[in-house]
């Protein structure tokens, strides 16, 4: 099939695929009523942009995408593939010059991993520093869609 199809359209195809599963994962990581069958979409969605990305990506869409990964498979309680993702993807963004949403992002993804690991300090810590990030976001779209991701972090115990 590759020998008929021009390497152009294949990149295209998968840059697609790439965005179209990358926001069917978000849309349904935002979602506080997910059926059974709806974790699995989103976790084979999230799976699928990865792959995606990985043909056609930079770095940072790489990155992004281990931040929807940590995302999903925390949220699914799978602490031990979930923090991995999580660290790969904020070590990246905190390693780069990134953008105050993103760096956002990066905390509340590693505190929902953390959480899902089990390491509470860890998970604390990130979901403090989260929150005074990303409450401090000017652009109001900015913010409002760092808060759907938020608020499906767990609170930290008191």
């Given at each position: 099939m590759h020998d008929t199809v021009a390497p152009e359209e294949i990149a295209r195809w998968n840059r697609w695929f790439a965005v179209e599963c990358n926001n069917r994962a978000w849309r349904l990581a935002e979602k506080a009523d997910r059926t059974e069958a709806e974790d699995a979409e989103m976790l084979h969605a999230a799976h699928a942009a990865a792959l995606h990305w990985s043909e056609v990506g930079t770095e940072l869409h790489n990155a992004r995408a281990l931040m929807l990964l940590g995302h999903v498979h925390a949220l699914l309680?799978?602490?031990?593939?979930?923090?991995?993702?999580?660290?790969?993807?904020?070590?990246?963004?905190m390693a780069n010059e990134s953008a105050a949403w993103e760096m956002a992002f990066a905390h509340a993804v590693l505190a929902n991993a953390a959480h899902a690991a089990g390491d509470y300090g860890l998970h604390s810590r990130h979901y403090q520093i989260a929150g005074a990030l990303g409450s401090a976001l000017a652009d109001d779209e900015e913010r409002s869609i760092f808060e759907a991701t938020y608020r499906t972090v767990p609170r930290p115990f008191a």
């Open positions: 309680g799978l602490g031990r593939t979930a923090l991995p993702y999580a660290r790969r993807s904020f070590d990246f963004v």
